[in-house]
């Protein structure tokens, strides 16, 4: 089967840093996606990863292991509008354009 | 508003009945796709159309769904006899043509329940 884990709640506090792991087990690998999602809207795109490494993109990092099937994204300076949920979807390999999505971590930001 | 638009975006419907979503991706998007999600968990997979022809279809989805998108613009999603497990948001996206790493711009999503 095809699975994507992620905690399902995490606390961090503003200014801080904080990491969300993802790991997948899949049919393949065709790439990687992070979305936020405030409550109650839709998803929105934060950074794709098909290769090994590091992707920065400002406050927000995404890195990926294909050999070790795990991902993470990184959120420096933590600020309260961070405070949502953070979906990891994988594309399988053998599908153009499905992706299979995590639950989803839900981010909590104290002051 | 150049975004995704999702009508209705709540629709609340007696258990048997049929219902239909209108979705109007970003103008010049040809990829659409259809997810349904429910309370703490990811989008599920639905459907997904290039221009009018749809390319992949979940096996998840019963025969009762049905999805069109005529004229490679605008989509209708339609689910006949509606069942209590049918509530759920349901979403849109769309995203450009070319590339695999190409993100899904999603829309507000219409919020299904079914009493």
């Known amino acids: 089967g095809q699975n994507i884990d992620q905690p399902t709640e995490m606390t961090a506090t503003e200014g801080a840093i904080v990491q969300i792991n993802c790991t997948y087990q899949t049919s393949g690998f065709n790439g990687l996606f992070w979305y936020q999602q405030h409550a109650g809207e839709a998803p929105t795109f934060l950074s794709y990863?098909?290769l090994d490494g590091l992707e920065e993109k400002g406050r927000f990092s995404s890195f990926l292991s294909r050999s070790k099937g795990y991902s993470y994204l990184l959120l420096k300076e933590l600020q309260m509008k961070d405070s949502a949920s953070y979906l990891c979807a994988v594309r399988p390999k053998g599908s153009n354009y499905q992706l299979i999505w995590g639950a989803g971590t839900k981010l909590i930001i104290k002051p | 508003d150049t975004g995704v638009s999702q009508d209705p975006r709540h629709k609340i419907t007696k258990r048997g009945q049929n219902v239909t979503f209108r979705c109007d991706p970003i103008s010049e998007h040809n990829r659409l796709y259809w997810y349904r999600q429910t309370l703490g968990q990811g989008p599920e997979f639905l459907t997904y159309?290039?221009?009018?022809?749809?390319?992949?279809k979940s096996r998840l989805l019963s025969d009762r769904f049905s999805a069109e998108r005529p004229k490679g613009s605008f989509s209708t999603l339609e689910i006949q006899r509606t069942e209590q497990g049918d509530s759920a948001m349901y979403l849109c996206?769309?995203?450009?043509?070319?590339?695999?790493?190409?993100?899904?711009?999603f829309g507000q999503g219409t919020r299904l329940t079914v009493v």
């Open positions: 159309f290039q221009n009018e022809a749809q390319l992949e």
């Open positions: 996206a769309s995203s450009p043509g070319t590339g695999q790493n190409t993100e899904a711009f």
């Open positions: 990863n098909v």
